[in-house]
């Protein structure tokens, strides 16, 4: 339609640059136009004043713009327009070999299928036009990027799309030629590395245009997908983990579906999932239990749903490090409390987590439980960075600021800070700001936020029911049920604690998992908040009484709760706490042969970082091959160091680091890998047509479909790049001008007609 | 250190001998009415001793209407180891008092220790065996004290009632409830006679699975009441010393209670 009014395609216009070529000077035109227009509308003005206003207005206008569009003709414009010559310039076609490209998503046909169509043995009106224009250059990219000599020696079994290496290789590759432009047929579903805006940028700096040919449809008819998973990468055995699963959909919006967690093939957990109603992802939590030890490779999948093309991207694996290990929590009291004898009942059978109670039972006498050895806390509470140090989780009880010397104060908050352990704080009458610690060190570390003068008052005492908020409702250690709706509801069943501590604020960055209504209290109360402080985490737990969910009258004989939460709340105080050589992997799952990096933090006995040491990370693959890897200090950082490894096998690969200063061992760490098919190319899988537009858009290419793509190689040839000539291209004659001249006169013929003017 | 604690527990019963408690030593089965409740102390979360009470039985077997043997030495026992308590250690025990429940009343759950006195004429109904149950098996822990000589048929049949597979074991110096707090060694354990009738005293444990290593239900006072010694100790009736090893026994059960 376009091009029948104004004579050209949009591209034309679009590229080309407007001029006027009249023999007559324009200016001499325009004031021609001026006098003629202006004896007419004065004709209307004053020469008809039996007219009204209105029409007088109406016909002026229309002789005016009939007028304008003939001086508009008379100007002779033209569009100047450079072209490509033929045959004297190169044009890369590069074409997706990824697997995304089988996917039968448009017209029940793959989508390398249109390849074949536009580049087969048959050939094609598309390659017949583009190769009479151009010298063409084929190539094929996904992971990897090369020459195509001819469309059969597509496979499209690549397991990645990197667009953005794809379009500098070719870059470079044709540097040395002219080079009319690039033309990418994809379906734009990127998962490469490589950053696109600084290949683009390069190619903007050339002046090469990329054009872009989008295979697929931009969503499709029915799909789940599961695409992301976040976990902790390592827990202690025997701990309830939540994982987070971002979830998308098309086609099936509000459908119930279950949701099934499998630990290395054996179930762990269905979950029934209602899936988002909007095209926009959402987040499901999953709670389970991670009973086996060892290096676990988590599945979480969803049924394929009847119809869905793209099944593979209902299921998503990662890998959890599992640890046997103990983790030791020294728990202080300054007074005997209930506290002390139900808590280490309720996490006696723990294996993991050994809680050694130190309890103050009179001035300067203090009772031991718990301990390994005896010299283990036979000073009281450590008076030295090294001892404290070697605790992983601390809980501080009803005991007062007064009772630490103040390098002991620091110690605790540095315990979190540096060291990276977890301090939970336990209300009580000597604790928080009763206890005095307001503007303490420890104050600094604690989530919540004292307030000095609660420690002038008359003691608070307030009877609470104690409720999760929404955020804990969600966390791993506020899990009261196998489900979250049963722990839900089982939080409402709970009788109410008492506490002898006011905390109204949790400071920014801290998080509240547990509030309550106090009497004589607008707001909610803060009952249970943690943050991150430093390297560690910092939990308060506002309540005197937690026994009373083992030991109240409303709570079942066998009712686990009481259990079940300190279990899971000392097992979240140790998670993560960092030993003196902590191993990262860049990724739990890698694909064989793409390079992967392995970042140790390395600190010595004290936990203070370590630049100087010897850091190697010894790599056992699954067929028990073994290779050294250096690793080296970042610089960056303080005690980080870096390495990187390719896997050269499919299966779970070992990483072993050991860290040494002085030529003594100063710590060991470990990590794994899971190396084989990530199924990327099932992730995102939709033709990314805002990806392929914008890609075209900065380079001054166009994007096209299957439906567009027969005026790409005319599109093409209008470009400055390579070798090309300037054009000129008359618009005086488009049918346009002659089309509105006609109705501008004949309207005003009409109209003059209607007023009975001759 | 123990020595300072021993001369520390000394001064301070003299301090109570010069203290003019409010209530007077009060005959058994006299003198209190029905409503005792009323004069409990509301819940706090500070440690507040908790006495049963329970229907005497009758000459016959059969329950009777409510005496007082439960009642031996209450108020100022408790009153004067809460003191002792308050003195010696850095626990605050409940300013308002202590308190009393029948073994069936849902607000004995908040008071983890309970105190049982004179055994040998206890007497359980249906709810109170079952709730009482309850309250043991989920961490409520029971001193028997205040029974000799062959009062402990009652209390073996009732306690045989109570926990089926439970059975007393006899403890000597060596379990931790006799160093929870103060360190009672073997001499002064077996050196223990009953306040009154000059008997030795044994004592036993009531333990999860019969394992005296294990976790431990309740301790057994026979042939003793510590009870009458911390009641008497401001009047100097009983001895200076069984009185002082009563609250250190007295005190040791409420601190391995409460850490254990």
């Keep these: 339609m376009f091009e029948f009014f104004f004579k050209y395609r949009p591209v034309v216009f679009r590229q080309g640059d407007l001029v006027f070529q009249s023999p007559i000077p324009v200016w001499l035109l325009v004031l021609g136009g001026v006098i003629i227009a202006g004896v007419g509308v004065w004709g209307y003005a004053r020469g008809r004043r039996n007219l009204e206003r209105r029409p007088r207005i109406i016909l002026g206008a229309l002789r005016v713009s009939a007028i304008a569009l003939l001086v508009f003709a008379l100007t002779r414009p033209m569009l100047v327009i450079a072209t490509i010559v033929p045959q004297q310039n190169f044009l890369g076609v590069l074409v997706d070999d990824s697997r995304s490209m089988g996917i039968a998503d448009r017209d029940d046909r793959p989508r390398g299928a249109y390849i074949n169509d536009y580049f087969g043995e048959d050939g094609s009106a598309l390659l017949s036009a583009l190769s009479d224009r151009f010298k063409l250059r084929f190539f094929r990219f996904s992971e990897t990027m090369g020459r195509l000599g001819d469309v059969s020696e597509l496979t499209f079994q690549g397991t990645r799309t990197d667009v953005a290496s794809a379009l500098d290789r070719a870059r470079l590759e044709l540097a040395a030629v002219p080079l009319a432009g690039l033309v990418v047929f994809t379906d734009g579903a990127d998962n490469g590395d490589a950053s696109l805006s600084e290949a683009l940028l390069q190619l903007q700096a050339d002046g090469v245009p990329v054009h872009t040919v989008g295979l697929g449809v931009d969503r499709f008819d029915k799909d789940i997908e599961i695409s992301r998973v976040e976990a902790p990468r390592r827990v202690l055995q025997g701990s309830a983990v939540a994982v987070d699963l971002t979830i998308k959909q098309s086609g099936l919006g509000g459908r119930s579906v279950d949701l099934v967690v499998e630990d290395e093939g054996r179930i762990v957990k269905t979950q029934p999932v209602e899936l988002p109603g909007g095209s926009e992802p959402t987040t499901v939590r999953v709670h389970f239990t991670v009973s086996e030890e060892g290096s676990r490779l988590f599945r979480f999948g969803i049924a394929p749903a009847e119809g869905e093309i793209v099944r593979e991207n209902n299921v998503l694996e990662t890998l959890i490090q599992v640890e046997d290990v103990q983790r030791d929590v020294l728990y202080f009291e300054g007074e005997p409390r209930w506290e002390v004898g139900f808590l280490r009942r309720a996490v006696a059978d723990d294996e993991n987590v050994r809680v050694a109670a130190l309890v103050r039972a009179a001035e300067n006498k203090f009772s031991r439980y718990g301990v390994t050895s005896p010299d283990e806390l036979a000073a009281g509470f450590p008076d030295t960075r090294e001892e404290l140090f070697q605790y992983d989780g601390l809980i501080l009880g009803s005991v007062e600021a007064s009772f630490f010397t103040a390098d002991q104060l620091r110690m605790i908050s540095e315990f979190v800070e540096v060291r990276g352990g977890g301090l939970l704080t336990l209300g009580g009458r000597l604790s928080f700001a009763e206890g005095g610690y307001a503007g303490t060190p420890v104050a600094d570390a604690l989530p919540v936020v004292l307030d000095r003068r609660s420690g002038d008052s008359s003691r608070f005492f307030a009877e609470i029911e104690v409720r999760p908020t929404p955020f804990g409702l969600t966390h791993a250690a506020m899990q009261l049920a196998p489900s979250q709706e049963e722990s839900q509801e089982r939080w409402g069943e709970l009788p109410a604690l008492s506490t002898l501590n006011l905390i109204r604020d949790v400071k920014p960055g801290a998080t509240t998992l547990l509030t309550a209504r106090a009497d004589g209290v607008s707001d909610p109360v803060v009952v249970l908040a943690s943050q991150r402080y430093g390297r560690g985490k910092s939990i308060s737990f506002v309540v005197q009484d937690a026994w009373f969910w083992q030991m109240h009258a409303d709570i079942p004989l066998d009712d686990l709760t009481h259990e079940t939460l300190w279990r899971q709340l000392l097992r979240w105080l140790v998670d993560g706490v960092p030993n003196p050589v902590s191993v990262v992997a860049g990724a739990d799952r890698v694909s064989p042969d793409a390079p992967m990096t392995v970042t140790a933090e390395v600190t010595d006995s004290g936990f203070i970082q370590l630049n100087g040491a010897e850091v190697v990370a010894t790599v056992t693959t699954p067929s028990g091959i073994s290779q050294d890897v250096p690793l080296e200090w970042t610089v960056e950082k303080d005690g980080e160091y870096r390495g990187s490894y390719t896997p050269a096998e499919k299966g779970r690969h070992e990483i072993d680091v050991t860290a040494r200063y002085d030529g003594a061992v100063v710590g060991t760490g470990e990590a794994h890998v899971e190396a084989g098919d990530l199924g990327a190319e099932f992730y995102g899988a939709e033709m990314q047509s805002d990806v392929l537009k914008s890609i075209a858009a900065e380079t001054g290419g166009q994007f096209y479909t299957p439906e567009t793509i027969s005026t790409l190689p005319e599109d093409v040839s209008f470009t400055e790049s390579g070798t090309s000539v300037f054009e000129e291209r008359d618009l005086w004659d488009m049918p346009i001008i002659f089309v509105l001249l006609v109705a501008f006169m004949g309207a005003e013929w009409i109209y003059r007609r209607q007023r009975g003017l001759p | ?260």
């Design chain 2, 1 to 260: 250190m123990m020595k300072a604690l021993a001369v520390t527990s000394m001064l301070v019963l003299v301090a109570l001998a010069a203290v003019a408690l409010p209530a007077q030593a009060q005959r058994r089965g006299a003198g209190f009415s029905r409503n005792v409740q009323d004069y409990n102390a509301e819940y706090n979360g500070s440690f507040t001793f908790l006495r049963l009470r329970y229907a005497p039985l009758s000459a016959w077997g059969g329950r009777r209407s409510r005496e007082a043997e439960w009642a031996h030495d209450w108020p100022r026992a408790e009153q004067h180891l809460a003191v002792m308590i308050e003195e010696l250690t850095t626990i605050e025990p409940n300013a308002d008092g202590s308190t009393i429940f029948d073994a069936d009343d849902p607000e004995i759950f908040k008071f983890p220790v309970a105190y049982i006195s004179e055994p040998g004429f206890w007497s359980m109904d249906d709810d109170e065996e079952r709730t009482l149950r309850e309250y043991v098996l989920k961490g409520g822990f029971l001193i028997f004290d205040d029974f000799a000589g062959s009062h402990w048929y009652n209390f073996e049949e009732k306690i045989t009632t109570l926990l089926p597979e439970v059975y007393p074991l006899r403890l000597d110096a060596t379990h931790p409830i006799f160093h929870a707090f103060y360190d009672i060694d073997a001499e002064t354990l077996d050196e223990f006679v009953h306040p009154l009738q000059w008997i030795p005293s044994e004592f036993y444990g009531l333990f999860e699975n019969n394992d005296p290593d294990g976790y431990m239900y309740g301790i057994v006072n026979y042939n003793n009441d510590i009870g009458e010694a911390w009641e008497w100790s401001d009047q100097g009736w009983i001895p200076v010393d069984l009185t002082n090893e009563a609250y250190k026994l007295g005190i040791n059960y409420i601190v391995y209670a409460m850490t254990h």
